[in-house]
């Protein structure tokens, strides 16, 4: 669906596109999750690491990250893990292209900063890593197929 979307992404958008890639899992990266699970990472961002190291979705909306376990390890080194409430904590692991920030608690929820920030609010934005990663899914579903639409310009 995004290599179709890529494909004719210079005619439609009249820019070329940048960097929108799923990096499969490789040894390096399997031992920084090592090192993620040595940490306490949660269980589920450890074993999505087993099989994908990095989620690069530049053009789709405002862009879509998750995270190298690298990153995600210096991050956590630099700045701890941030306060998602007043009685949890979280390893960001993700982003979006407008700087906001996706983290994950011990429970296995996904929490999203409300600004630009690793000190700001974070609030709940799915259940599950999976139910995280379904919704990427669905954004890309649906940003494809918006760009598959003839736009009002195309029609004059």
Known sequence: MLEQHLARFETVHGYPPGDNDVVAADEQSRAAA??????????????????????????????????SPDLVLDHLSEYG??????????????????GILFALDQTGQVHRSTTAS?????????????????????????????AKRPSATEHS
Do not use: K, M
């Open 118 to 146: 690793w000190s700001d609010d974070f609030e709940p934005e799915a259940p599950t890593l999976t139910q995280f990663l379904e919704q990427l899914y669905r954004a890309v579903a649906l940003f494809t197929d918006a």
């Open 34 to 67: 090592a090192q993620l699970e040595d940490a306490a990472a949660p269980a589920a961002l450890v074993a999505f690491y087993s099989s994908v190291a990095e989620l690069r979705l530049s053009d789709i909306d405002h862009g879509y990250f998750i995270h």
């Open 81 to 98: 893990p941030v306060r998602l409430t007043d009685h949890r904590t979280g390893i960001v692991f993700g982003s979006d292209g407008g």
